[in-house]
C-alpha cells in the first residue's frame, strides 16, 4: 500500500495537517477512525470540515466498509506463522503463532510470558523454511523487561543457520524495535507510532511481522483503581486493542501480548484466577494462552479459546538457549 499524505485528504492544508500532527494524527488510518470532535479539538476546523476529512481518509485507508467473502479469504491466505521453538507449543498452534491475529498470553509473573516474547522476536526474524517471516520486530515493553543479553542467548540455542551464513546476536538486535511506555496513554501513542515505523519498513528486507505489547494491561491496571474507572478503563483498552487488531491486518503481523493474573485474591479485579481486562481482552484476543509453572524449566500453555483450533495444553521449557521442548 502506497503512504499517503494527510495533506492529500479534501479539507487539509500545510496548516491542518501540522495541527493534526502535532495532536498525534500522524497518519490517513489515525483519521480514517476519530471522531469528528477529535478532529475539531486537534486541528481547530469546523464540525463540517472534520466529517469531510474523515469521509476522505476512510476511502483513502479502505476502511470502515463490508468485505466479501473472497476477499477476506484472499487476505486469509497471506497469514503466516511463526515457530515457538517447541513442536508440542507448535502443535497446540496449529503450526505456529499466527499473522493477523492477537495471541494473548496470560499467567502469573514468572510463568514465561517475557520469555516467550523474547523468542518470538528472535523467530520471526528467521527465514520461512525456519519457522520465520523473515521480518521485524517491534515491542513495547511497558515493565521494563526487555533484555538484549536474553536475546543473544537465544540466537546461540537456534537451530543452525542456512548454509554459508551464521546467526549473529546483533543482526536480530538490529530489527527488534522496543519503545518502553510509561503510562497507558503513552502506550496507546507508541502502537500509533508502531504504525508510522511499519510503514516505513513495509517494503525493506523485513518489514514488521510481530508486534509485541508486554504487558498490555499493566499501566492500565495501576492507573484506574476502584470499581468507578472500571468503565473507562475498559474503554480505553478496548480502543488500544482495536489499533493493535488493525495494526494485524494492515501489515499481515502477529500481535502478541502479555496479561498477567494475580495469585493473591484482588478486590478490584474480580476472580484472581481471571485475566486483567476481562471480557474486552477476551473478545478482542484470537487466542489465549493461559501460561502456568510446572517443575523446574518446565512450562505448560493451555489454548483457552480460539475460533479454528481444539482446546488443549502443551508442555514446553524455558531454557538457558531459550524455549525448548
Ligand atoms: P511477569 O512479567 O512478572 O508477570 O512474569 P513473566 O510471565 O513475564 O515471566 P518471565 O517470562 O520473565 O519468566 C521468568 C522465568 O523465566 C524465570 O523465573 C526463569 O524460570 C525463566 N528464565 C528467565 N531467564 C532465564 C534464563 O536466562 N535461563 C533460564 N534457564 N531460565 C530463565
Ligand atoms: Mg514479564
Redesign the pocket.
Known amino acids: 500500500m502506497a503512504t499517503k499524505l494527510l495533506e492529500d485528504l479534501p479539507g487539509v492544508g500545510p496548516a491542518t495537517a501540522e495541527k493534526l500532527r502535532e495532536a498525534g494524527f500522524n497518519t490517513v488510518e489515525a483519521i480514517a477512525v476519530a471522531s469528528p470532535g477529535e478532529l475539531v479539538a486537534a486541528a481547530e476546523v469546523g464540525e463540517a470540515t472534520a466529517a469531510k476529512i474523515i469521509a476522505g481518509a476512510r476511502e483513502a485507508a479502505d476502511v470502515g466498509g463490508f468485505e466479501t467473502g473472497d476477499r477476506i479469504l484472499e487476505r486469509r491466505k497471506l497469514v503466516g506463522k511463526v515457530t515457538t521453538s517447541s513442536k508440542s507449543f507448535n502443535e497446540l498452534l496449529g503450526g505456529g503463532m499466527e499473522t493477523q491475529s492477537i495471541v494473548e498470553l496470560y ?1 502469573e ?7 516467550v516474547a523474547h523468542q518470538l522476536a528472535i523467530n520471526v526474524q528467521m527465514p520461512r523454511e525456519m519457522g520465520g517471516l523473515n521480518g521485524s520486530a517491534v515491542i513495547i515493553d511497558t ?1 521494563n ?1 526487555f533484555r538484549p543479553e ?1 536475546i543473544a ?1 537465544m540466537v546461540k540455542g537456534l537451530p543452525p543457520a542456512p548454509e554459508g551464513q551464521s546467526w549473529e546476536p546483533d543482526e536480530f538486535l538490529e530489527h527488534i524495535s522496543v519503545a518502553r511506555a510509561f503510562n497507558s496513554n503513552h502506550q496507546i501513542l507508541l502502537a500509533e507510532s508502531a504504525m508510522d515505523l511499519a510503514e516505513k519498513l513495509r517494503d525493506s528486507e523485513k518489514p514488521v511481522r510481530l508486534l509485541i505489547v508486554d ?1 498490555v494491561t499493566a499501566h492500565f491496571r495501576a492507573e484506574y483503581i476502584g470499581r468507578g474507572t472500571l468503565a473507562d478503563r475498559q474503554q480505553k483498552l478496548n480502543k488500544h486493542l482495536h489499533d493493535l487488531m488493525r495494526f494485524a491486518d494492515l501489515n499481515n503481523a502477529l500481535i502478541l501480548v ?1 496479561n ?1 493474573v494475580m495469585s493473591k485474591p484482588d478486590t478490584f479485579f474480580g476472580d484472581p484466577t481471571k485475566p486483567v481486562g476481562g471480557h474486552v481482552l477476551g473478545h478482542t484476543a484470537t487466542f489465549r494462552l493461559y ?1 502456568r509453572k510446572s517443575k523446574g ?1 518446565k512450562r505448560i500453555a493451555r489454548l483457552v479459546d480460539s475460533p479454528n483450533l481444539p482446546d488443549g495444553e502443551a508442555v514446553f521449557s ?3 538457549e531459550g524455549l525448548k521442548d
Request: no cysteine; charged share 20%; hydrophobic share 20%.
Open positions: 499467567g509473573f514468572g510463568s514465561g510470558k517475557t520469555q515493565e523487561t536474553r542467548q504487558s502479555t498477567q501460561l524449566e524455558v531454557t538457558m
